[in-house]
Structures are given as C-alpha cells and as structure tokens.
Nanobody
Framework: QLQLVESGGGLVQPGGSLRLSCAAS????????IAWFRQAPGKGREGVSC???????????QYADSVKGRFTISRDNADNTGDLHMNSLKPEDTGVYYC??????????????????WGKGTQVTVSS
C-alpha cells in the first residue's frame, strides 16, 4: 500500500521546537519532491516548505516567508523519509501539518495542486 505517514506533532510552548517526520511506504521517495503544508483552524492550506529530489532535481529548498530562518527541511533517502525541523515556534504556527510528494516536476514548489499524494496530517499546537 502506497502511503505517507506524518509523526512528531504535539503541544509545545512558544519558543520551543519540534521535528516532524514524513515516512513513505510502498514506494521510494528518491525521485519525488517533498513538501510540508499546514492548515490552521478556519483557514486554507498553505505551503510551509519543500525540498526537491536529489536524483531528478538539485535538492533545492523553498520556505514560506513566515518560517524562514526558523524551519529547516531535510530528506533522508536511505530511510525514505523527509523531516521538518521547527524552531522558535509561535502560536501562529499552530495547525495540522501535512506531508505531500510529487514527481511531476524536477523542482519543488509550495502550490497544493502540484502534489498528488498526501499524508493524513499531524497536529502541532503552540501554546503556553
């Protein structure tokens, strides 16, 4: 069964850190771009960060302006995973975080309709 499973969400105080992980099963992520999106209550889904494939692309990354300097995306092709390291978390980072992948383009972007395979999400709550 082809699936993506996110983990690592939880409750954290402002200024804290979390590491989200996206694990793929049933297929290899080697030729896929990996992206993280989030959805806050009552808001639309927004792109947070993405990383291109090292095989078909150049491993380049993109970040939403709101998370630049605080979040870092990485991938581990050996483990078939992609991670999002989140530091200096703010209450406005609260939401459900989704992992998504695509092999339609050599380079990643933060557009939801570029991605055809999604995980079910993991909740991140930043609150004191």
């Amino acid at each position: 069964q082809l699936q993506l499973v996110e983990s690592g969400g939880g409750l954290v105080q402002p200024g804290g850190s979390l590491r989200l992980s996206c694990a793929a099963s049933g297929f290899s992520l080697d030729y896929y771009s990996i992206a993280w999106f989030r959805q806050a209550p009552g808001k639309g889904r927004e792109g947070v960060s993405c990383i291109s494939s090292l095989r078909s692309g150049d491993g380049s990354t993109q970040y939403a302006d709101s998370v630049k300097g605080r979040f870092t995306i990485s991938r581990d092709n050996a483990d078939n995973t992609g991670d999002l390291h989140m530091n200096s978390l703010k209450p406005e980072d609260t939401g459900v975080y989704y992992c998504a992948v695509t092999d339609r383009s050599r380079f990643c972007d933060l557009v939801t309709h570029s991605y055809g395979r999604w995980g079910k999400g993991t909740q991140v709550t930043v609150s004191s």
